[in-house]
């Protein structure tokens, strides 16, 4: 049965860093991409992230670039989201979510990806 849960969520302060963590389950990452995405409380679910298969090519939202990292342990099957200098703005459930092996450009696209976590709830607030 393929799984995914993320953890690693909190309540941090403005400019402090969390990683989430994404643990796969039922499948390789060999084959996957994975991307991280948001939704804040009255907000449409927005693509944050995605780390494609085979060459690990990295994706970032243009809101994130330079603060966060996506990576991944592939003997671990998990997927990490690395967040520095985080914004009230960045709170918001974090999802993240399985494609077929490449994130490509149309990675922020919820529609392309076929399998979901629950989420981990990330609050900044002082």
């Known amino acids: 049965q393929l799984q995914l849960e993320e953890s690693g969520g909190g309540l941090v302060q403005p400019g402090g860093s969390l990683r989430l963590s994404c643990a796969a389950s039922g499948f390789t990452l060999g084959y996957s991409a994975i991307g991280w995405f948001r939704q804040a409380p009255g907000k449409e679910r927005e693509g944050v992230s995605c780390i494609s298969s085979s060459d690990a090519s990295t994706y970032y939202a243009d809101g994130v670039k330079g603060r966060f990292t996506i990576s991944r342990d592939s003997a671990k099957k998990t997927v990490y989201l690395q967040m520095n200098n985080l914004k009230p703005e960045d709170t918001a459930v974090y999802y993240c979510?399985?494609?077929?092996?490449?994130?490509?450009?149309?990675?922020?696209?919820?529609?392309?990806?076929?399998?979901w976590g629950q989420g981990t709830q990330v609050t900044v607030s002082s």
């Open positions: 979510a399985r494609k077929s092996l490449f994130c490509g450009s149309t990675y922020y696209r919820s529609e392309e990806y076929e399998y």
